[in-house]
T-cell receptor, first 117, second 109 residues
């Protein structure tokens, strides 16, 4: 079974530029997550989709970050304009759709390492 | 919100040694996962263990939900075990994984 796919693996941009990341979840996984991992810390959830609807985007900096999941499969995360503090690894994860209070295991992709100069 | 603390923060072992990593959490959980983040940054699932005990080869884990802690045991450690170990929990109120502070493990030959 193929895992979660992400691209690109690395990206270097200058501040104020824009960047987009792509994620393809495990086949059949209805729930998709984007996390930000700053060096030395654990991942932090940015946004969660259930099929193509947003479940939680409370920690997404909406003035510069946006995400979409068209057709309930692939997803893109965009940053525009980027700031120095956005330098981090962006991880995508997916899981089966659980019932309320009974979550399934999350599986993570390899991540995209973003450097903003 | 829920607090997730891991100990020790750093661990240095010689190949072949055993170790125990601990994860304490401050609220009832309905999901607990242990991950290994390898030096290339990939998060690898080790265990999905909101309660009980599981074993997979040299690794085993125990979660005592009523006392709000989980333990990860690594036996006969190998250099490939090096990396950062995270526990992450989800509660009935949060519906999202909250990651702990991590334990950085270095195994030397």
């Amino acid at each position: 079974e193929a895992g979660v796919a992400q691209s690109p693996r690395y990206k270097i941009i200058e501040k104020r530029q824009s960047v987009a990341f792509w994620c393809n979840p495990i086949s059949g996984h209805a729930t998709l997550y984007w996390y930000q991992q700053i060096l030395g810390q654990g991942p932090k959830l940015l946004i969660q989709f259930q099929n193509n609807g947003v479940v939680d985007d409370s920690q997404l900096p909406k003035d510069r970050f946006s995400a979409e999941r068209l057709k309930g499969v692939d997803s893109t995360l965009k940053i525009q304009p980027a700031k120095l503090e956005d330098s981090a690894v962006y991880l995508c994860a997916s899981s089966l759709e659980g019932l309320a209070g009974f979550p399934y295991e999350q599986y993570f992709g390899p991540g995209t390492r973003l450097t903003v100069t | 919100g829920i607090q997730v603390e891991q100990s020790p923060p750093d661990l240095i072992l010689q190949e072949g040694a055993n170790s125990t990593l601990r994860c304490n959490f401050s609220d009832s959980v309905n999901n607990l996962q242990w991950f290994h983040q390898n030096p290339w940054g990939q998060l690898i699932n080790l265990f999905y263990i909101p309660s009980g005990t599981k074993q997979n080869g040299r690794l085993s884990a125990t979660t005592v939900a009523t006392e709000r802690y989980s333990l990860l045991y690594i036996s006969s450690s190998q250099t490939t075990d090096s990396g950062v170990y995270f526990c992450a929990v989800e509660t009935y109120n949060t519906d999202k994984l909250i990651f702990g502070t991590g334990t950085r493990l270095q195994v030397f030959p």
